[in-house]
């Protein structure tokens, strides 16, 4: 029989900590658990929303990590929290109950964005590989899922990336009443296992890291700049940005907003800003301008 050590990890200020396992104990892609209801058929993770600081948790293949809400610090229960886990796989505790089918729980949960129009939807398991945006429902010909999001009256643009979707809604409607809507129809489309893509669509040319076979020197060094420092950011507001074009003769850097990004009251002018200033500064000489279109 397994012998389980936990090795934890914290830092202060920080509402979640670490608990890393010598063993593997879940799925090899992170659940992530925002409840106890989302926690049924895990009975380890349930567990843990029994303890009153707990407000969510992710699972994954050797490790889950723990979210506290701000009545304490890790510091005061961190130890008893890991005696407990210890104590609970030793004893032959059950981590996830498996049905018939081997089914994972999905979960999704909303979460705001700088644009107070679009809400970005984030799913436990990937969705796509590559990022795609649909401005209405004639482009989502071979998206079902987008398809069936522009049914909702409120939904104006769908864009989707990795494990996340977001959507720009029109202003018939506020995402108080709308969200928890939302929400469900996308956990519950991929929880049945339904077709995302059933192509990547022909999009907008951009060019990015993994299509600058045919890019100059100045252009690689612009996309891999904004695929490493500008990207991950965007990518976190539920955003993206393309680059679309360089003018060697006036040294002007053209991109594309997506997604949360588009159509931002603030976005255009922070990342035109922002992205210019980092581009100058990394690239002296060669940029004098940055123009950001929206998508």
């Known amino acids: 029989m397994k012998s389980y050590q936990i090795n934890t990890l914290t830092e202060k200020g920080n509402p979640w900590a670490k608990f890393k396992f010598n063993h593997p104990i879940g799925p090899k892609e992170e659940v992530h658990y925002q409840n106890i209801d989302d926690a049924k058929g895990a009975p380890l993770i349930q567990q843990l929303f029994y303890l009153p600081f707990v407000k969510s948790v992710r699972l994954f293949e050797s490790q889950i990590e723990v979210e506290r809400f701000d ?3 890790w510091s005061e229960v961190i130890k008893e929290v890991q005696e407990q886990l210890q104590q609970y796989l030793n ?3 059950v981590v996830i109950e498996m049905t018939s089918n081997d089914k994972i729980p999905v979960s999704v949960y909303a979460e705001s964005t700088p644009n107070p129009a679009v809400m970005k939807f984030v799913a436990n398991k990937p969705l796509v590989t590559q990022t795609v945006e649909f401005k209405n429902i004639d482009e989502a010909n071979n998206a079902l899922m987008a398809q069936q999001l522009f049914h909702f009256p409120f939904v104006k643009e769908v864009f989707i990336d990795a494990n996340y979707v977001s ?7 506020e995402w108080d009443s709308i969200v928890l809507e939302v929400r469900e129809f996308i956990r519950k489309y991929i929880e049945e296992g339904k077709l995302i893509l059933k192509e990547i669509p022909q999009q907008h040319e951009t ?3 993994s299509t600058a076979t045919n890019l100059g020197e100045t252009e690689s060094q612009i996309v891999s700049i904004l695929d490493e420092y500008i990207k991950p950011a965007v990518a976190s507001d539920g955003g993206n940005i393309q680059f679309d074009s360089y003018n060697e003769v006036d040294k002007t850097v053209q991109v594309i907003l997506q997604g949360a990004c588009s159509g931002c009251p603030s976005s255009t002018f922070t990342l035109k800003n922002g992205i210019e200033n980092m581009l100058k500064e990394m690239m002296p000489g060669k940029i004098k ?3 950001a279109l929206n998508g």
């Open 289 to 291: 301008s940055v123009i």
């Open 167 to 173: 959507i720009t809604k029109y202003e018939v409607a």
């Open 91 to 93: 004893d032959g505790g």
């Open 207 to 209: 060019t990015d890291e």
């Open 71 to 73: 009545i304490l610090e």
